[in-house]
């Protein structure tokens, strides 16, 4: 078949011919894209490039390393949404990354995380308060109806205060809880 018999629309086999190429590339191209997706969500491919951050170890060492559950919170369940548009629109931010990557001077240093951290920590607390805490709610599911009996009486009672208010007016999660992964830096 020659390529101009490809393009015939009137040639019956070449409109099968583009279709199953077409289904054959959308079916690689859907697996190889959730593969990328995959491969760029793990705590490894974030610390590919904040390697020499302490931002893992602080997971570690908070109530969210496993130390009294077991459970050990990864990266990108708090910081990468589970819906898939999103998760996309949030990747392409990620990746503006790269550029800050190549240009910030000492960047994947210590130095460099503790002098802008109170920066970076604003910057990341604005994603939680976009989507109202959706990472954290996700698991902490029972925060504010249906109360576990066996969370402390105080906290109980500040959910169940902040939740009476009208939607708008209410706080959410990391306005009262900073801090839970890393520490929050004062001032
Ligand atoms: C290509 C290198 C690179 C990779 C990979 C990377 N980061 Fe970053 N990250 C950076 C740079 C550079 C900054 C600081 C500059 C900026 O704000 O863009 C940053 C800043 C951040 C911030 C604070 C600023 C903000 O906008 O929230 C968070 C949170 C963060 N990264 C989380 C992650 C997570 C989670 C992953 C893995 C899914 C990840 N990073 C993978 C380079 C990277
Ligand atoms: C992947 C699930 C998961 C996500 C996402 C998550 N948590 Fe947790 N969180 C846990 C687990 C598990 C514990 C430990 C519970 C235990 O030991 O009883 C915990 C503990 C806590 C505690 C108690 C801390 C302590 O010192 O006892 C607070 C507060 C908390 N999380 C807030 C948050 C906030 C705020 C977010 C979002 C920024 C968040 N969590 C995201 C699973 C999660
Ligand atoms: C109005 C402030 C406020 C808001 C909003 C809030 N909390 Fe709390 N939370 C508290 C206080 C105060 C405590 C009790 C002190 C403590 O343990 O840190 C608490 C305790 C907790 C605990 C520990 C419970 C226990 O018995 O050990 C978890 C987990 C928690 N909050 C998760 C969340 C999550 C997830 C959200 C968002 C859905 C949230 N909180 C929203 C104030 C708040
Ligand atoms: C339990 C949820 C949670 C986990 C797990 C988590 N983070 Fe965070 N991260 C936060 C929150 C919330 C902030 C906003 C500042 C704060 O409250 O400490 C933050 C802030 C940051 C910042 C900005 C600088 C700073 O220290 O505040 C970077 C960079 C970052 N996270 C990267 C990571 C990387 C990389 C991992 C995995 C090794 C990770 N985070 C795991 C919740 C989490």
């Keep these: ?8 629309p009137s040639a019956k086999y070449s409109i099968l011919a583009l279709l199953s190429i077409g289904i054959a590339v959308g079916v690689v191209g859907y697996f190889v894209t959730q593969q990328t997706l995959h491969a760029t969500s793990t705590d490894d491919f974030c610390m590919t490039c904040h390697s020499n951050h302490s ?5 570690l060492a908070s109530a969210h390393g496993g130390g009294r559950s077991g459970v050990v919170v990864q990266c990108q369940d708090c910081h990468l949404p589970h819906n898939p548009v999103e ?3 949030k990747k392409i931010i990620v990746s503006k990354d790269l550029i800050g990557y190549m240009t ?3 960047f994947n240093t210590q130095e460099w ?3 802008n951290r109170k920066e970076q920590a604003d910057l990341a607390l604005e994603y939680f308060r976009a989507n109202d805490s959706a990472n954290c709610q996700h698991c902490h599911s029972r925060i504010y109806e249906d109360q576990p009996e066996t969370m402390k009486k105080m ?3 500040m959910h169940a205060r902040n939740f009476e208010k009208a939607p708008e007016d209410r706080k959410t999660c990391v306005d009262c809880h900073k801090g839970v992964a890393h520490p929050y830096p004062k001032g």
Excluded: C, T
């Excluded at 078949?1 to 015939?8: C, I, P, Q, V």
């Excluded at 931002?55 to 997971?59: G, H, P, W």
């Design 155 to 157: 906290a109980q009672r």
């Design 113 to 115: 995380l503790d002098a």
């Design 87 to 89: 998760y996309l629109v």
């Design 104 to 106: 910030i001077d000492g």
């Design 1 to 8: 078949m020659n390529f101009r018999g490809l393009l015939k």
């Design 55 to 59: 931002l893992k170890d602080e997971v």
